[in-house]
T-cell receptor, first 113, second 114 residues
């Protein structure tokens, strides 16, 4: 199993551009989440999904959209990139009914100029 | 808002020594987890302790939980250079929370010198 994969690994955007961060998992996990990590900070939850077709907002959802059309994929869309969205983005998945340990992808480092 | 807060923010020790990191949280929990993050990598789950447990061991890791003080500690015994990483505690928010909505602390950066 590849686990949780994220693409791209690194991206540079200009202010106002849009892009999609890809996340996929091959463990058939029901739950998927997106976090952002800023220097000296822990991870903050952006959006999450409890299953295909179901998404909800986390702590810092503004400026981001998500969708979950399949169990495997959970893309994160930046609608109009801003310098404040410069961060490292992590996708995670977990199994319904588990005690909650999440499996994390390697991250996408995003720089918005 | 940050639920968990780790202490200290940074810790530097010699190989073979023990490392202790602390985590405090604000609300009730179902369980508390510890994760490790190597530089430039994703987080890796280390250990989970449930709210009705007081201590748990896994290899060189020992976790304690004091729900009355809303605090937890992670002890790494006989540390190795490979243990150099950032360590985060994460909580699930208790009865109103869920295991897919974790709240992370800011982490402790552990450096183990050879």
């Amino acid at each position: 199993n590849a686990g949780v994969t994220q693409t791209p690994k690194f991206q540079v955007l200009k202010t106002g551009q849009s892009m999609t961060l890809q996340c996929a998992q091959d463990m058939n996990h029901e739950y998927m989440s997106w976090y952002r990590q800023d220097p000296g900070m822990g991870l903050r939850l952006i959006h999450y999904s409890v299953g295909a077709g179901i998404t909800d907002q986390g702590e810092v959802p503004n400026g981001y959209n998500v969708s979950r059309s399949t169990t495997e994929d959970f893309p994160l869309r930046l609608l109009s990139a801003a310098p404040s969205q410069t961060s490292v983005y992590f996708c995670a998945s977990s199994r319904r009914g588990s005690q909650g340990n999440q499996y994390f992808g390697p991250g996408t480092r995003l720089l918005v100029l | 808002s940050q639920q968990g807060e780790e202490d200290p923010q940074a810790l530097s020790i010699q190989e073979g020594e023990n490392a202790t990191m602390n985590c405090s949280y604000k609300t009730s929990i179902n369980n508390l987890q510890w994760y490790r993050q190597n530089s430039g990598r994703g987080l890796v789950h280390l250990i989970l302790i449930r709210s009705n447990e007081r201590e748990k061991h896994s290899g060189r890791l020992r976790v304690t939980l004091d729900t009355s003080k809303k605090s937890s500690s992670l002890l790494i015994t006989a540390s190795r250079a490979a243990d150099t990483a950032s360590y985060f505690c994460a909580t699930d928010g208790g009865s109103g929370g869920s295991n897919y909505k974790l709240t992370f602390g800011k982490g402790t950066l552990l450096t183990v010198n050879p």
